[in-house]
């Protein structure tokens, strides 16, 4: 089973701009078609943020970050990447990634998580 690590939380003010990496234990990331990124902040449901399919054809994000997210992934060096701009304080969380076996959003669809990486962001 593929490992995932994350990595690039820390702590920012409001506006400034992160990005975060999750890589993968494993010799190709072929067999995992989706990748994603959810959050949980303390007292929250984990949420969807973003996801990614292996071609990066198929891409999805969160509302409430869309046109401040980007999502991509380096299949080369079997690593997924959120370049998070224009941080808010709401986004403070601690972001996961992980795989699904098919397109979704539902974070109950993913089989595979990191064990996070926590973002705070002050105003």
């Known amino acids: 089973q593929v490992q995932l690590t994350e990595s690039g939380g820390g702590v920012v003010r409001a506006g400034a701009s992160l990005r975060l990496s999750c890589a993968a234990s494993?010799?190709?990331?072929?067999?995992?078609?989706?990748m994603g990124w959810s959050r949980q902040a303390p007292g929250k449901e984990r949420e969807f943020v973003a996801a990614?399919?292996?071609?990066?054809?198929?891409?999805q994000l969160a509302q409430s970050v869309k046109g401040r997210f980007r999502i991509s992934r380096d299949n080369t060096v079997n690593t997924l990447y959120l370049d998070m701009d224009n941080l808010k304080p709401e986004d403070t969380a601690i972001y996961y990634c992980g795989t699904a076996p098919r397109v979704s959003t539902d974070v109950r669809a993913y089989d595979t998580w990191g064990q996070g990486t926590q973002v705070t962001v002050s105003s």
């Open positions: 494993t010799r190709t990331l072929r067999n995992i078609y989706y």
């Open positions: 990614i399919n292996y071609g990066g054809g198929i891409t």
